[in-house]
């Protein structure tokens, strides 16, 4: 049996393979990343507007120290 976990992001049970998250929040993470890194002063509701993500899923990317915000902006670790 594999090395399993739960995904501090979703809550759902993966299979570990040296990631810090599922492999679907693994790409929704990248997807945030990417826009946050190329517009650093994008605000949550935009980010969530032009992905299709909810906010409470970027928000948890946040609480997980994926992310910082400030100001309602975020920044990558």
Request: aromatic content about 8%; charged content about 25%; proline content about 1%.
């Amino acid at each position: 049996m594999g090395n399993y976990s739960i995904c501090g992001v979703c809550g759902n049970l993966y299979e570990r393979a040296n990631n810090r998250m599922c492999h679907d929040c693994d790409k929704i993470y990248r997807d945030i990343r990417d826009i946050v890194e190329a517009k650093p002063q994008t605000i949550v509701l935009e980010l969530s507007t032009q992905t299709g993500i909810s906010v409470s899923k970027i928000l948890s990317f946040v609480k997980n120290g994926f992310f910082t915000m400030n100001e309602g902006t975020m920044k990558a670790k």
